[in-house]
C-alpha cells in the first residue's frame, strides 16, 4: 500500500470524488448470508474510504447510499438499511466530527423514516462548522428525481415572473439542483463490476472520469481507492478538445 501512496501526485488530486458503493447483497449471498449482512460489512468500506479521502485532502466526496429505486426492494431489506442507517450516523456522527469532516445529504429525505431524519439533522448540526472533507450521502436520490424537482422549481420562477426563458442557462440548471453547492466530480467509481451509472448524478457527471472495479464494496479498501486515483491521474481530461488544444 505504501508504494500506491509514495505515486500519487498530491497536487493533481480530483477535487470530488463520487462512488456507487455496490455489491453489498451479492458479496452476502456468495458467502450464504443474507444481503443485509454485506450492508453491514460495506460501512467499513465506508470508514476506510473517508479516511483517506481526508488524509489525502480530497474536498468532496458524495457517497450513493441509497436510491429512490431502492425503496422498491424487499420490505425487510429495506427496513433493515433504515435501521442501518440510524445505527450508523449515532455512531460516526462524532467521529466525523473530531475529524473535521462535514456531513451533508442530498435526495428525497422527506421519504426517510422519522427517527433517520432526526439523526440525519443532528449530525447536519453538529459538523455544520467543520472545514476539512466534506461528506455527501445521496439518500433516498436519483438524478432523474433531482432533474425533475430543478425542473419544478424553475418553472415556478418563471410562474411568478423571476425567470424569463432566455434567461434559463445551464448555470441556472445546476443551481437548482440538491448539489447546488458543490463542483461536479472529477471521478466517479463503482465498484461490483457493473458499467452503468444507475440514476446517479445525470447531469453533474457529464465530463467525470469513470472508473469500474470488479471489487464488491465490503472488499473496496484504501489501496483500491488509491488506484483509482492513480488510474485518473493518468488520464487525460479533454473536455471535448483535442490532446493538442489541452496541452496548450
Known sequence: MSQL???IDKGHLPVHIAVIMDGNGRWAQEKGEDRLFGHYHGVESVRDVVEVCAELGIQYLTLYAFSTENWERPADE???LMELLVS???KEAEILNRNNIRLHVIGDVGMLPASAQEELNEALELTIKNTGLNLVMALSYSGRWDLENAARKIAQKAKEGLLQPQDITGEVLKQNLSTAD???PELMIRTSGEYRISNFLLYELAYSEL???DVRWPDFRKNN???AILNFQNRQRRFGKTSVRVQK
Do not use: A, N, R, W
Open 5 to 7: 501512496i509514495e505515486q
Open 225 to 227: 481507492l488509491y488506484e
Open 211 to 213: 472508473y469500474f472495479t
Open 88 to 90: 450508523t450516523i449515532k
Open 182 to 184: 458543490f463542483p461536479d
Open 78 to 80: 429495506v427496513t433493515g
